[in-house]
């Protein structure tokens, strides 16, 4: 979907449609008052005070016929350039206009106002020339949003809205809005009982389903044997850890305000880990290690605790318990290009088995607020550089971005962009100088000194949560075989004639590991099969009395009409052939 706000015509139109929509509110709601309504990457949004009225998608059409019949009027409009005295005045009735007003500094900025017909609005600008031109324009939803985003604040009324130039790019956006809606990883995941959320649980924390969970254990059973595979020692680590700890590692200082509030019992304090660094240090540290051990590559699938604001979380996609697949991989300073390099392509053999291809590498670098980062800008200096040139001498194509990094060092991320639009960190891989250091992390060189290791974090799935979150809204649900929670669902034409060859297909198919159920519902075919497809599951077999004779299967794939009627070694040696080469 086009991002509005970057095209400087469509930022205008969706803008000026803001102050057509807030005059066609005024009209129907006089008392209604206004405080802001600016362009974002979807359209615009104008945050409204209606007293005691509230909004609903019935008064969003009312809404929208207003807004047509002022633009069919095709009043000009004007600009107005005030100063701040004046601007006082103009809109002396509206407490959201004077606190705008107030703010401003008439010998830095210009004040300005814009009248079309009988409504004036605070605004820089800059507008269309006329009301005549919005046309193709629709309110999408109305939500509420606390006045200036503070929860202290008053409840104000926003209302969503998208304008374009023509009617055919506007119906291909709305078209496209519906897509994403069938995508939205929340929708597929209630529809495939996949995962599910409750207040009495909390906001952030998404209780898998039977169906989640088998996902969940393939997932995490795929990437553990690629990293066994790689030489990877997995650990279990505790999912709580002493404030001391991550004192030690720096955490406390400049990650508390996202962790979860101490613990105290006794005369310890705990709190829920954010990450699972700090353990892995320790890990390493519990014994002597020479040059000739190195690489050590620790990993481990972790539950972590971060306190997302609940306005940020968002179903599997944003968490406040999450699960990391994480490792750390500990080496000298003369292995880290080669390591990296294998991380890289470590990245792009699961994004090639996913089949993902929009996406590209990020260079999360320090910013320039410091304090936000560990004091050492030597560290810095020399982790960035060392960082860019392994990049470099990958030759993989990346950009950087300024304050992105972690607060120890610098980092690759994999940015992907979601199949409804959003962008969202997938796979990182960080280069860190300082957890040696705040560990006193030692092996002995080739010389039998002592030297400090450099460390790679690095997760390659990201957290499972958001990985299946991008994965539902990737395929739609429709998972591959190996990974879909049912693979087979057997259907007999009638169970009394063909129930017991239905249970013998399904004890074969069990005993061979797959994935089956057999549904003996006293139920028409076409209505088990037309529910299969619903829930997506990848192979429907029928079994009538062709099949029960010969010992044969007729399946349909999800998708397609065909039926193809096959034996069971036949069919049984289709399904082992795709699950193992996990065909898409």
Not at 352 to 375: A, T
Request: contains cysteine; negative net charge.
């Amino acid at each position: 979907m086009i991002n509005i706000k970057e095209n400087e015509k469509l930022s205008i139109i969706n803008h000026s449609c803001a102050h057509l929509l807030a005059q066609a509110v005024r009209h129907l709601y006089p008392t209604a008052k206004f405080w802001v309504g600016p362009v974002i990457e979807e359209g615009f949004y104008y945050d409204i005070d209606l007293g005691n009225i509230t909004l609903t998608e019935d008064n969003l059409i009312q809404i929208e016929r207003e807004m047509k019949k002022i633009a069919k009027d095709g009043k000009r409009i004007i600009r107005e350039e005030l100063t701040k005295t004046q601007a006082l005045e103009r809109f002396h009735d509206d407490p959201y206009k004077i606190d705008l007003i107030s703010k401003m500094d008439e010998k830095e900025e210009i004040i300005s106002c814009y009248t079309q017909g009988d409504f004036t609005d605070l605004c820089r600008g800059p507008h269309v020339e006329t009301v005549k031109v919005l046309k193709y324009f629709k309110l999408l939803k109305v939500s509420g949003a606390y006045w200036k985003g503070d929860s202290k604040n008053k409840v104000l009324q926003r209302i969503y809205g998208i304008c374009f130039e023509n009617e055919e790019d506007l119906n291909k956006h709305l078209e496209d809005l519906e897509e994403a809606k069938q995508r939205d990883h929340r929708k597929i995941g209630k529809d495939l009982k996949i995962f599910m959320t409750h207040d009495l649980v909390g906001k952030g924390m998404p209780l898998w389903l039977p169906n989640g969970a088998m996902i969940r254990y393939n997932l995490e059973k795929y990437i553990k044997d690629k990293e066994i595979a790689l030489g990877y020692q997995h650990v279990y680590t505790p999912s709580l850890g002493s404030v001391d700890l991550y004192k030690t590692s720096g955490h406390w200082d400049h990650y508390k305000e996202d962790m979860f509030p101490m613990m105290k019992l006794d005369d310890e304090e705990f709190v829920l880990r954010p990450m699972n660094c700090p353990h892995h240090m320790l890990v390493f540290k519990n014994d002597l290690h020479s040059y000739r051990d190195l690489p050590i590559r620790i990993g481990e699938l972790a539950h972590d605790f971060r306190y997302e604001a609940s306005g940020a979380v968002c179903g599997l996609e944003r968490v406040r318990c999450m699960c990391q697949n994480d490792a750390h991989i500990f080496c000298s300073l003369n292995q880290v290009g080669d390591e990296f390099a294998r991380v890289v392509q470590l990245i792009l053999d699961v994004y090639q088995d996913f089949g993902f291809q929009d996406y590209s590498f990020r260079l999360s670098l320090r910013g320039k607020e410091k304090e936000k980062y560990f004091d050492d800008d030597e560290m810095w200096n020399k982790a960035e550089s060392m960082l860019r040139k392994v990049l470099t001498d990958l030759d993989l194509e990346f950009y950087e971005a300024e304050d992105e990094a972690a607060f120890y060092g610098p980092k690759l991320d994999v940015q992907v962009k979601s199949a409804i639009g959003h962008d969202v960190t997938l796979s990182t891989c960080q280069l860190d100088f300082l957890l040696p250091e705040r560990f006193d992390l030692t092996f002995i060189n080739e010389k039998g000194e002592k030297e400090r290791p450099v460390v790679i974090h690095r997760a390659i799935l990201g957290t499972i949560d958001r990985f299946t979150a991008f994965l539902l809204e990737e395929t739609k649900g429709v998972l591959p075989l190996w990974l879909a929670p049912i693979q087979i669902v057997i259907i007999p034409v009638s169970n009394e004639h063909h129930g017991e060859y239905g249970k013998k297909i399904l004890n074969l198919l069990k005993n061979a590991s797959i994935r089956c159920e057999l549904d003996s519902r006293n139920e028409k075919v076409g209505y088990k099969m037309r529910e299969a497809q619903t829930k997506k599951i990848p192979y429907s077999i029928v079994i009538g009395d062709q099949e029960k004779e010969q010992e044969l299967v007729t399946y349909r794939k999800h998708g397609s009409e065909e039926k193809i009627t096959v034996s069971v070694e036949q069919f049984l040696s289709l399904l082992q052939e795709e699950i193992q080469n996990k065909v898409r």
